[in-house]
């Protein structure tokens, strides 16, 4: 054989020797007892020098050695010494090593003076088999020791392993460090500690793990020098204050990591697969946002329900919390024809016994529209079809006057025609003193419904349909929103594109937008402009800095943010209210109503046909101009459309 071929063929046994998921136990006990044999065939000769006695091993020595691996055998089968799987060696594989050794070494000291052996002979077994049990430990943690760094570095291929801690000592902290400790191949993560904030707890041990009280000197000193992520219990998670605890770890570049909750764990312990980076909503300081559903379930029970713009962020959800109350039907309307196959599997998937119809087609299509109507007869409407992106609907103003505004206009006039009861339209904080074509298209759809409601409540004696505006501010995580776009660019090495250092925004998530929008459509009465509580704005760069650190990186070190400049029709900060608006308080703290500047429907409707006329023409000076007659406060910036303002 070439030597070539050899080292081929060595090489092939060692890589298929070192990928095996675990060595058979048979094994595994044959060679501890193997090391033990070799521990007592020194143990007798360091015993001979000690106690000046000269011999060489003979007959009875073998019968010694047969005896005492026979109690050794048993003893090993009786504390299962030889299961566990030896790269994953723990404290406890460790202390049933020591306690089999040790019960051994007893009986046959026992036995030895049970047998009447002389005093010689007896101080002689005795060094013999404290030797041999000091040594068959040593042997047998040393071997497991040895297997459990060698697999490491060869099998992880220089790749590194990442020491952990676990804040949190509760149940679900105890399975997070049995699934770091179990037979999980390929693990990247070793426990090295665990959190807490009880100071009782802290110097204790747990799984062979030291307890370290969580305090600015313990994170400084102690817990930043060992360990580089810290998992978060899921109960930990919901407890701890977002803006304190998570911060003070990501502020000294530790990487946050979470499992999913325990509800959802298949046994007592998570899968290593579900170890993810927390999401950045719980670094935002969201409270929790209650609501009573009971308005709610009323308003929808044995009702049918049309979603439009569903297959969205925003009205794929309402399309979910929908489905928890007793509708008739819930039908889902858009013309995105993969993402509603996609969301009717999942629908279909989850809510099996709920009545589920689905609808492809464009709300600019009033023909369509209408045939959906007449087919369907929808009780509630909740309208979040939109165009949203600032900068496309900048370049393309007419398609925005042909969705936001004549899609709704068309929805509205239908609803009317077909005894809609409800009509829940979603609108935008950048609707409010509106500097790009986005944000006054839903301006123009806002002032549209409301004054439609205001008029037929003054002629029809209030038995129309009731036309309810919600208006929030950015959602985390939604289609094109800049956290997706962040992580991106952050998987990609960076930079990391900000357009300007001041720049600010409310962040909500999509969740509780959307429980807000179904809480303000069962509390309206028809013409309100809503607006939510969206918390403390956000710093755009600090979102940026929060989303590298917890992604494990240092920001300007390991990933440049870079400041691009504003994009056309991008202000520095959004508004919730006009300047000439004020609110009222409802019976929700969220949720206030808008007290806004009121249109005579006879007037406006005649300037917005004009403008969806120009839409359809395509003339997009035109269309603009016109939006600015609309909307005075339509002051356009960092936009070709501002020369329309002098």
Not at 199 to 209: H, L, Q, Y
């Amino acid at each position: 054989m070439k030597k070539n071929d050899s080292f081929l063929l060595n090489s092939s046994v060692f890589s298929r020797f070192v990928t095996m998921k675990y060595l058979p136990r048979w094994i595994v006990l044959l060679v501890d007892l193997f090391l033990c044999v070799i521990a007592f065939l020194i143990a007798i000769y360091l015993s001979s020098k000690l106690n000046d006695v000269s011999k060489a091993i003979d007959f009875t020595d073998t019968q010694r050695i047969i005896g005492l691996m026979f109690f050794q055998f048993l003893l090993f089968w009786a504390f299962h010494t030889y299961s566990g799987v030896l790269r994953y060696s723990s404290f406890v594989d460790a202390t049933k090593i020591f306690f089999s050794i040790l019960i051994n070494v007893l009986l046959v000291f026992l036995i030895n003076i049970s047998l009447n052996f002389t005093m010689d002979i007896e101080a002689f077994y005795l060094s013999e088999l404290i030797i041999y049990g000091i040594l068959s430990f040593l042997f047998l943690l040393l071997i497991r020791l040895l297997v459990k760094t060698s697999y490491d570095y060869f099998t992880q291929g220089g790749e590194f392993i990442t020491p952990v801690m676990i804040y949190g000592t509760k149940s679900a902290s105890i399975g997070i460090a049995k699934m770091l400790m179990s037979e999980q191949v390929g693990s990247r993560y070793k426990l090295v500690g665990f959190i807490d904030d009880d100071k009782s707890a802290s110097e204790k041990m747990i799984m062979g793990v030291k307890v370290y009280h969580l305090n600015n000197e313990s994170l400084k000193k102690t817990i930043v020098k060992k360990c580089k992520s810290i998992i978060i219990s899921p109960t930990k998670l919901s407890q701890v204050n977002s803006s304190d605890v998570l911060e003070k770890f990501i502020n000294h570049n530790l990487t946050i990591l979470s499992v999913p909750p325990m509800n959802i764990w298949k046994s007592d312990v998570p899968n290593i697969k579900e170890i993810k980076s927390i999401p950045i909503e719980n670094l935002l300081e969201r409270p929790q946002i209650d609501i009573s559903t009971d308005n709610i379930s009323s308003q929808l029970r044995d009702k049918v329900v049309l979603v439009t713009g569903a297959a969205g962020s925003i009205g794929s959800e309402i399309a979910f919390q929908v489905l928890k109350y007793d509708t008739k039907v819930l039908v889902l309307l858009d013309q995105a024809e993969s993402q509603m196959h996609d969301l009717k599997l999942d629908l279909q998937e989850k809510y099996e016994d709920k009545n589920i119809s689905v609808f492809l087609g464009d709300v600019r299509n009033k023909n369509r529209m209408e045939y959906m109507m007449e087919m369907y007869r929808p009780d509630v409407i909740y309208h979040a079809a939109a165009y949203k992106h600032v900068p496309m609907m900048e370049d393309y103003p007419v398609e925005s006057v042909q969705v936001n505004v004549l899609g709704t206009k068309n929805l509205a006039d239908l609803a009317v025609k077909y005894h809609v009861e409800r009509f829940v339209m979603v609108s935008t904080d950048k609707a409010v003193n509106p500097t790009n074509v986005m944000g006054a298209s839903k301006r123009i759809a806002e002032i549209y419904v409301q004054s439609l409601f205001r008029k037929l409540h003054a002629t029809m004696n209030g038995e129309t349909t009731k036309f309810i505006t919600t208006r929030f501010g950015n959602v985390l995580g939604s289609n094109g929103s800049v956290i997706p776009y962040f992580k991106k660019q952050i998987e990609h090495g960076g930079p990391v594109t900000v357009t300007h250092p001041e720049i600010i925004r409310y962040f909500m998530t999509i969740p509780e937008a959307c429980m807000l929008v179904l809480e303000a459509g069962s509390m309206g009465n028809g013409g309100e402009i809503y607006i939510f509580d969206m918390g403390k704005p956000v710093k755009i760069v600090d979102l940026a800095r929060k989303m590298i650190r917890l992604a494990g990186f240092i920001p300007e070190e390991d990933i440049k943010i870079v400041y691009t400049g504003l994009r056309p029709g991008e202000k520095l900060f959004e508004e919730l209210l006009n300047k000439k608006e004020h609110t009222q308080d409802t019976h929700h703290p969220k949720i206030m109503i808008a007290n806004v500047q009121l249109y005579d429907f006879d007037k406006v409707s005649i300037l917005i046909d004009k403008l969806i006329n120009y839409s359809k023409l395509c003339k997009d000076y035109l269309t603009v101009s016109t939006m600015k007659k609309i909307v005075p406060e339509f002051k356009s910036m960092n936009s070709q459309y501002e020369r329309l303002d002098i």
